[in-house]
C-alpha cells in the first residue's frame, strides 16, 4: 500500500490515498502501522476520501485503532495532501469529517500549502454530548478526583471530540505518562478523553501539553488547543485570541465572540512518501 507521512506541529500521521488505494481494517492498520519501533511510527492513521457533500472526506484512527470523529492537526495536513498533489485545486477547501464539514482557508507559498487556518465550528459545553458525568452547572473549573489520589480542576470541551483542560503552574514539570492515562480512562468520560495541561503565561500565551485518547502523549492536537483556548477564556485567564505554544510548535485560535465559531490556524508539512506490505 502506498502511503504518505505527513506532521501538523509534530503531530504525526500516515496519511492514505483512499481515492486510489483500498483498506480492508483501517483500524488494524493503525495499530500495525503506528508502531514506532515494528511499523512506520506515527500518532494514528488518516484516510483520505471521496465525499458526496464536501471536496473530500477524512477518517482518522487514533495509535490504539480507536476512532476520532475529528484531528485538527491532521485536517490541515489532509487540506496539503489533496491541494499539492492536484486532487482539489481550491484554496478554500471542505472536508467532511464525522463531526461535520469543516471550512479551511489555504496560505499556499510557491504553489504549495504552507499553513491552514480552519473553522473548527463552535465548541460543545453540554456534559451529555461531550460526553461527561458532570452537571450542567459543574463543567468549568471543577474538582476531579483519580483513584490515585490526585485532585484535578478540569473544564470540558468537546471540539468534535471530548477533551478535558487542567491549568496548572509548570506544565513541563509534569509526569504526564504518569497522569496522562488514569484521566483519560476516568470513570467521569464514557468515551474516554483527551486531556491537556496547559499554563497560561499571558493574555494572549498559552502553554500546553496533551496526552490524547487513544494515542498517548504527542507533540501537538489541533482540537486540544482548540479546546484549551475555550477553556481560558471560559475561566477568564485569557482573551478570545491565544497562541498556544505545543511541545511541536504553535498554533493561533481564535474564539468569535459573534459566531461562536473556534478558528485554529497552523502548519501543515510533508515528511516522506513510501510503500509497506499490510
Ligand atoms: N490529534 C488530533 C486529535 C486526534 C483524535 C483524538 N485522539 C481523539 O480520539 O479524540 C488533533 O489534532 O485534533
Partial sequence: MKFTKMHGTGNDYIYVNGFEEKLENPSEAAVKLSDRRFGIGSDGLILILPSDVADCRMEMFNADGSIGKMCGNGIRCVAKYVYDRGLVKKDVLRVETRSGVKTLQL???????????????QPELDPEKIPVLFSKDRMVDEEVYTPSGNVWR?????MGNPHAVIFVDDVEGLNLPAIGPEMEKHAMFPERANIEFAQVTGPHEVQMRVWERGSGETLACGTGACACAVASVLTGKADRDVTVHLRGGDLHVFWDPDTDDVYMEGPAAFVFDGTVEI
Fill in 107 to 121: 496560505r499556499v507559498e510557491d504553489g504549495k500549502v504552507a499553513s491552514v487556518r480552519v473553522n473548527m465550528g
Fill in 154 to 158: 478540569v473544564t470540558c470541551v468537546s
